[in-house]
T-cell receptor, first 112, second 114 residues
Framework: QKEVEQDPGPLSVPEGAIVSLNCTYS??????FMWYRQYSRKGPELLMY????GNKEDGRFTAQVDKSSKYISLFIRDSQPSDSATYLC????????????FGTGTRLKVLA | EAQVTQNPRYLITVTGKKLTVTCSQN?????MSWYRQDPGLGLRQIYY???????DKGDVPEGYKVSRKEKRNFPLILESPSPNQTSLYFC?????????????FGEGSRLTVL
């Protein structure tokens, strides 16, 4: 079993739709949860960064962490064609150093 | 502009021919790391460095070497490349401060080993 599981998609939605992206994980030591966005032929860039459980909102993006269920989500409201990218979840815990564990990524396509 | 710069961006080489992928960051970050990205496997850490002269293995270090002689540079060395090292490579840096910090990635280096 992988430490972090993420549905690879692809996920196709019409413009304006609400998008839900999810990851599950097995390591209860994870305390830091991140979402990275990766456009084609580019490096990943940080989208959302949360510590422990709860919600965090930034514009059209909301990140949710449920540590009791080992489940994190990213919601995108009013999705735009420019949101078409691969979304990677990432998690981290401290064990002498901070190690990042990435999901495999979900490819999202928002249709105009 | 804050950035992580990798070179070359694209490289085709043959089995056994030593190569180096350079990585440089201009953000004075202490932490630097190399990842490879493969379909269905995601990003996997090769090596990381907490600071100058301090490096350690990640999850898939076999066949790779690194060095950190200066804070800004973290080259990845493939002494004798093999076809299973064909992949997309990313260098990343961060400034851990009370947490892992945001990872800043380079644009990637696509390597093909024939």
């Amino acid at each position: 079993q992988k430490e972090v599981e993420q549905d690879p998609g692809p996920l196709s939605v019409p413009e304006g739709a609400i998008v839900s992206l999810n990851c599950t994980y097995s390591n209860s030591a994870f305390q830091y949860f991140m979402w990275y966005r990766q456009y084609s032929r580019k490096g990943p860039e940080l989208l959302m960064y949360t510590y422990s459980s709860g919600n965090k909102e930034d514009g059209r993006f909301t990140a949710q962490v449920d540590k009791s269920s080992k489940y994190i989500s990213l919601f995108i409201r009013d999705s735009q064609p420019s949101d078409s990218a691969t979304y990677l979840c990432a998690m981290s815990a401290y064990s002498g150093t901070y190690k990042y564990i990435f999901g495999t990524g979900t490819r999202l396509k928002v249709l105009a | 502009e804050a950035q992580v710069t990798q070179n070359p961006r694209y490289l085709i080489t043959v089995t056994g021919k030593k190569l180096t992928v350079t990585c440089s960051q201009n953000m004075n970050h202490e932490y630097m790391s190399w990842y490879r990205q493969d379909p269905g496997l995601g990003l996997r850490q090769i090596y990381y460095s907490m600071n100058v002269e301090v490096t350690d293995k990640g999850d898939v270090p076999e066949g790779y070497k690194v060095s950190r002689k200066e804070k800004r540079n973290f080259p990845l060395i493939l002494e004798s490349p093999s076809p299973n090292q064909t992949s997309l490579y990313f260098c990343a840096s961060s400034f851990p401060s009370g947490g892992p910090g945001e990872l800043f990635f380079g644009e990637g280096s696509r390597l093909t080993v024939l």
